[in-house]
């Protein structure tokens, strides 16, 4: 793997606008740094082959290896040195702005843990992506590397992070009153949108199937009538409030096509939208 030169960012723009900015990035066979005050910048580093050691504050005392990467944060003191014979081979990227430090807090990247990366390739072509940019010092280039940095700290975040999600559990105590609360919250606010009731039902850990056993014993009918009256409920009421208002304005509205709309309408309602609105602004 070729060596990148260094190359340096000098943002024009303070660290309120583009709050994660990239100060340097490069590789290079690593000699022994001792930086006593720290750096001016927060530095994510990449063992591409080789081995070396690191030690903070004077106290911790860490071995790197190939594919591992760690995290120094910027002021701490440092230092770090190779420990084999064979040449130590380290990426870098430094970071800068204002929220460097809180967004890696957030994720859970602490100060000089040794990172497993799991996927090397895929993560080291986007620190390559950012080194092509940083070729350029222009403002397009300073935006597009931002991006490019939040995803690089995603994927590293990622790799390197044994997760698996599972949809929360309700506890048993007071669970029907508790997952219904959570599904008609979500409808409630979401139905006015195209909402797919299986990832509903998926955000409360449970099967569509249960959730409709669920809403028919507390509301005597299926998770999808319920969405459905919703949707009615708010189309009478704006055919009521707007006598000019039109069947397509209502059903985009409602996030659904107006001949759906027409016919969820007189299923419900024993008339047509039309008809009702006819009805209800005769005088």
């Given at each position: 793997?070729?060596?990148?030169?260094i190359?340096?960012?000098?943002?024009?723009?303070?660290q309120?606008?583009?709050?994660?900015?990239?100060?340097?990035?490069?590789?290079?066979?690593?000699?022994?740094?001792?930086?006593?005050?720290?750096?001016?910048?927060?530095?994510?580093?990449?063992?591409?082959s080789?081995?070396?050691?690191?030690?903070?504050?004077?106290e911790?005392?860490?071995?790197v290896?190939?594919?591992?990467?760690?995290?120094i944060?910027?002021g701490?003191?440092?230092?770090?040195?190779?420990?084999?014979?064979?040449?130590?081979?380290v990426?870098?990227?430094?970071?800068?702005?204002?929220?460097?430090?809180?967004?890696?807090?957030?994720?859970?990247?602490?100060?000089?843990?040794?990172?497993?990366?799991?996927?090397?390739?895929?993560?080291?072509?986007?620190?390559?992506?950012?080194?092509?940019?940083?070729?350029?010092?222009?403002?397009?280039?300073?935006?597009?590397?931002?991006?490019?940095?939040?995803?690089?700290?995603?994927?590293?975040?990622?790799?390197?992070?044994n997760?698996?999600?599972?949809?929360?559990?309700?506890?048993?105590?007071?669970?029907?009153?508790?997952?219904?609360?959570?599904?008609?919250?979500?409808?409630?606010?979401?139905?006015?949108?195209?909402?797919?009731?299986?990832?509903?039902?998926?955000?409360?850990?449970?099967?569509?199937?249960?959730?409709?056993?669920?809403?028919?014993?507390?509301?005597?009918?299926?998770?999808?009538?319920?969405?459905?009256?919703?949707?009615?409920?708010?189309?009478?009421?704006?055919?009521?409030?707007?006598?000019?208002?039109?069947?397509?304005?209502?059903?985009?509205?409602?996030?659904?096509?107006?001949?759906?709309?027409?016919?969820?309408?007189?299923?419900?309602?024993?008339?047509?939208?039309?008809?009702?609105?006819?009805?209800?602004?005769?005088?």
């Open positions: 793997m070729k060596e990148l030169p190359r340096f960012i000098t943002s024009p723009f303070n309120e606008l583009i709050p994660l900015q990239m100060y340097t990035i490069g590789s290079n066979h690593q000699t022994a740094i001792h930086r006593p005050k720290g750096f001016s910048a927060t530095q994510v580093f990449i063992t591409l080789g081995s070396g050691r690191i030690r903070v504050n004077g911790s005392d860490l071995v290896k190939e594919q591992q990467a760690f995290i944060y910027e701490v003191p440092h230092e770090y040195f190779p420990i084999t014979d064979d040449p130590w081979l990426g870098f990227i430094s970071l800068r702005g204002a929220s460097v430090t809180t967004m890696l807090a957030n994720m859970e990247f602490h100060n000089c843990e040794v990172l497993h990366i799991r996927n090397f390739e895929k993560l080291w072509n986007l620190a390559e992506q950012i080194w092509q940019l940083a070729e350029n010092n222009g403002t397009e280039e300073l935006w597009q590397i931002s991006v490019l940095l939040y995803t690089f700290l995603l994927e590293l975040r990622k790799q390197t992070t997760f698996s999600y599972q949809p929360p559990k309700i506890n048993n105590s007071n669970s029907c009153e508790a997952i219904l609360e959570h599904v008609t919250t979500i409808l409630k606010e979401h139905y006015t949108q195209p909402i797919r009731l299986s990832e509903v039902s998926k955000s409360s850990g449970y099967s569509h199937q249960h959730l409709n056993r669920l809403f028919r014993q507390f509301y005597g009918v299926t998770l999808n009538q319920y969405l459905q009256n919703l949707r009615i409920l708010h189309a009478v009421d704006l055919i009521e409030r707007n006598k000019h208002i039109t069947l397509c304005e209502i059903a985009e509205e409602l996030g659904i096509d107006t001949r759906y709309f027409t016919r969820l309408f007189k299923k419900n309602m024993g008339m047509s939208p039309g008809e009702y609105k006819r009805i209800s602004h005769y005088h």
